[in-house]
């Protein structure tokens, strides 16, 4: 990275007054930023979606809801784990996703709501409506 980033609210507001589009994906201006300098924080617009139960095992997830509602599903644990696959064909062992969680916890952020979740812990997130959501991944420290 050269240097500082300035992204000025205006960008952030001009994001947020898009029309959504059923599905998750991740929004500018955040997008081409974290791309470009490997910054581990985007927004991301779930609109009328389910994702996938996951586990990080090596990093933590900080959420940030800025606009409309979102659930999540935490802790428990997961149904069917299957550790990622990267594109060689090798076992990352320190993603999984599963079908489902059981035993978890239901939260339910709206905007101003900040959620932590850590290193480990299965989660799940989806809205019936649309969610826009600053996430931050945390690395554990090595």
């Known amino acids: 990275m050269a240097g500082s980033v300035h992204i000025e609210k205006s960008l952030i507001d001009e994001t947020l007054a898009t029309a959504p589009v059923p599905g998750k994906k991740l929004l500018e201006p955040l ?23 996951e586990l990080h095992r090596h990093e933590a997830d900080l959420w940030h809801c800025l606009s409309g509602e979102v659930r999540f599903e935490l802790g428990g644990e997961l149904v069917d784990p299957v550790a990622k696959i990267r594109p060689d064909g090798t076992i990352d062992d320190r993603e999984w996703k599963g079908s489902a969680i059981t035993g978890g916890r239901e939260v339910t952020l709206h905007a101003g709501d900040w959620l932590w979740i850590p290193a480990g812990e299965p989660h799940r997130h989806g809205s019936t409506g649309t969610a826009r959501l600053v996430v931050v991944k945390i690395p554990l420290a090595k």
Request: net charge negative; glycine share 4%.
């Open 31 to 53: 997008k081409s930023f974290t791309k470009a300098n490997g910054v581990p924080v985007n927004i991301l617009e779930d609109s009328e979606v389910e994702n996938k139960a």
